[in-house]
């Protein structure tokens, strides 16, 4: 399943958790937030949520509806692979350009405009005749511009919660998705069956209208949370200095390389089972909405912190079931397994943002979004390769594999890393029991934990 934390690769929402010196009250009051109930009645959360929603139900149709037209059209499972997941390579290009904008712009703008944006864009690729260099601009035009989406997004969730009422709304958020996509996949497999991959794309396109009317009508008008210009340079430069701590650096490198590889597999489902892509697509995000309520709402964070890896190795380990081509029930039990893994997220999300400033928070997590989204479409562009050559089910496995064998490896490099403190966490930790800052601290350096 996409990661929404859905990530889909063209997607401008997804979740993050911790670290609101923004928010006024102590440290008791903000740890009170343990109920849905509470976290709907925060201003603007239930706004957001509503527009993600609708994001989501119109990234799954589209996102169904255009891989199956171009598979009907080239018969290759490369091509329907990068329809759906090919913007994920061209969010590299908006994390190395737009990122600053994520802390720099005003976040209702952002968000309303962004998802009018792929309005407008889903509404063109249903265009009969339209040639497919034409859909392919379309797509990494799109993910080009879902980076600065996402990091100001994740921002802005950042700043509405409490810090210990983040890994909740950021959970809730998640279990929307996985809903979203049950009920998207399964609509639009009927959609493009009983009408046809274009009016698929239509209706994608209006659900997008309808996420950009909530953010426009429900968020109230914010200051952006730093001040300066958005630029290439900035952009360049506050990702260099995120990316030279080596605590920070393996907990990215934690999350992009598993989770892009796993998403290859699932790039492959159509391929695999034209007929049960929709099926596979709506049991994995069963899944994934049972992993995060496990996650999410059941496990205190002492527990979640000792699940980082194993998580991981649950993402990946079911997929190996697909060297000897199941039958669909059996891989419907695989997958499903399988993306109870995605809960994942929450562990390294957590870890980095108890490694990042505040003001820094939104840039951070959209270079771990684009991050992910460029892994997620290099993992399914290698997984469409391998299938190009042998098959379906070989690309599947082929990825499986690669992704146990890296998260093994990531073992002993995030705990040589745990435990190491630089200037941001100490400062971090000693004001954990003090109350919250009503205001930025723009005192705190922006490098955090050893660098390398």
Not at 16 to 44: I, K
């Amino acid at each position: 399943m996409l990661r929404y934390a859905p990530l889909h690769p063209a997607d401008p929402f997804t979740p993050a958790f911790e670290f609101a010196l923004t928010h006024r009250g102590t440290v008791s009051e903000m740890a009170a937030m343990r109920t849905y109930r509470e976290l709907f009645r925060t201003p603007e959360f239930t706004s957001l949520f509503l527009a993600y929603s609708g994001q989501i139900a119109a990234q799954t149709v589209s996102g169904l509806a255009l891989s199956t037209l171009i598979y009907t059209a080239t018969g290759s499972p490369l091509l329907s692979t990068l329809a759906m997941f090919g913007p994920s390579l061209a969010q590299v290009v908006g994390a190395t350009t737009l990122l600053s904008g994520a802390d720099r712009l005003p976040p209702r703008a952002v968000l309303t405009g962004m998802s009018l944006i792929f309005a407008l864009s889903t509404a063109a690729q249903a265009i009969p005749g339209l040639p497919l260099w034409i859909i392919f601009t379309i797509l990494l035009s799109q993910g080009v511009s879902a980076a600065l989406g996402a990091g100001v997004c994740y921002g802005l969730l950042n700043e509405i919660l409490p810090s210990e009422g983040y890994v909740l709304g950021s959970s809730v958020l998640s279990m929307s998705a996985g809903i979203m996509q049950i009920c998207g996949y399964a609509v639009g497999g009927v959609l493009t069956t009983a009408l046809s991959p274009r009016d698929a794309l239509l209706i994608g396109a209006g659900l997008y209208a309808v996420a950009s009317l909530a953010a426009r009508v429900g968020l109230s008008q914010r200051s952006p949370r730093a001040s300066g210009q958005t630029s290439a340079a900035e952009t360049w430069r506050v990702n260099v200095n995120l990316w030279s701590s080596r605590p920070r650096r393996y907990v990215y490198l934690a999350f992009w390389l598993p989770c892009g590889l796993v998403v290859g597999c699932e790039s492959l489902y159509v391929a695999y089972s034209p007929q049960g892509a929709g099926f596979l697509f709506a049991f994995g995000a069963f899944g994934m909405l049972v992993g995060d309520i496990l996650t999410g709402r059941l496990l205190s964070r002492r527990h979640r912190e000792r699940l980082g890896v194993p998580l991981l190795l649950l993402l990946a380990t079911p997929y190996l079931i697909f060297v000897f081509r199941p039958p669909l029930p059996l891989a419907l039990v695989a997958v499903t397994l399988a993306t109870v893994g995605y809960s994942a997220n929450w562990v390294f999300q957590e870890r980095l943002l108890s490694l990042t400033p505040q003001e820094l928070s939104g840039q951070a997590l959209g270079l771990y979004t684009s991050g992910m989204r460029t892994m997620q479409g290099l993992g399914a562009a290698f997984a469409g390769a391998v299938a190009e050559a042998t098959s379906a089910s070989a690309g599947i496995a082929t990825n499986a594999a690669l992704a146990v064998v890296v998260a093994l490896v990531l073992i002993p490099l995030l705990r040589s890393a745990r435990g190491t403190l630089g200037p941001t966490e100490r400062h971090k930790t000693d004001r954990s029991s003090a109350p919250a800052a009503t205001t930025r601290d723009l005192s705190i350096p922006y490098d955090s934990g050893e660098t390398a």
